[in-house]
């Protein structure tokens, strides 16, 4: 099976509408083989989504975007946001382009890269990510670790993760890079672990 945490997919696209519905509202959403959760709005995206605490106005990035379901969401729910999205696989970005224009919304944008590398010099108010746990630890330590780099004083990082596999240890991360963490949310096996830039 291809592992979708790379620049260039080599499966045949095979393209697929999904539908969903997200914080009161229905969205649609292009996917393809070679990205992650093809079939459907996978859990961990959905409890995020239904959680996530986003700003009253400012910048709001999501970090391995996909194809593009919770930044769009969070774009979706407030106009005030300027929503970017990154991810590292070209076929994702593609797919979150022209799902952007699906879902009409106008105050969002996609960058192609490696992880903080196409927002460098950018600070944001809040940072969303459903991070890619199979990539392994090192790229999920990074996100985190990262972060506050590119947050402003008060600004948070929200990521969901399974319970069971390595939340414990993640909330020691977050607390080693912000000094802080909460469980925000605990849904259906996955937690949403959030941490606060803090004046330092």
């Known amino acids: 099976m291809e592992h979708y945490f790379t620049s260039k997919p080599k499966s045949k696209p095979e393209i697929k509408l999904i539908r969903a519905y997200l914080r009161g509202r229905y969205f649609r959403f292009l996917t393809s083989s070679g990205v992650f959760s093809k079939k459907r709005v996978d859990l961990g995206t959905k409890v995020l989504v239904n ?22 969401v969070a774009a979706a729910l407030n106009p005030n946001l300027h929503v970017v999205m990154v991810d590292v696989n070209k076929r994702a970005v593609k797919l979150a382009k022209r799902n952007i224009r699906i879902n009409g919304v106008s105050n969002i944008e996609v960058r192609c890269g490696n992880l903080y590398e196409p927002v460098r010099g950018m600070i944001f108010d809040c940072i969303l990510s459903n991070p890619p746990i ?10 985190i670790t990262e972060a506050p780099k590119y947050m402003r004083c008060g600004a948070t990082l929200q990521m969901v993760v399974k319970s069971k596999i390595g939340g414990e240890r993640l909330r020691q991360i977050f607390e080693g890079a912000f000094g802080n963490s909460r469980v925000l949310a605990r849904e259906s096996g996955y937690r949403i672990i959030m941490a606060k830039k803090m004046d330092t």
Not at 57 to 62: C, H, P, Q, R
Not at 134 to 143: C, F, H, M, N, P
Request: aromatic share 6%.
């Open 134 to 143: 199979s990539a392994g630890l090192a790229i999920v330590k990074a996100i």
């Open 51 to 72: 959680h996530m605490i986003l700003p009253e106005k400012g910048y709001v990035l999501d970090v391995g975007c996909g194809y593009g379901v919770i930044g769009i």
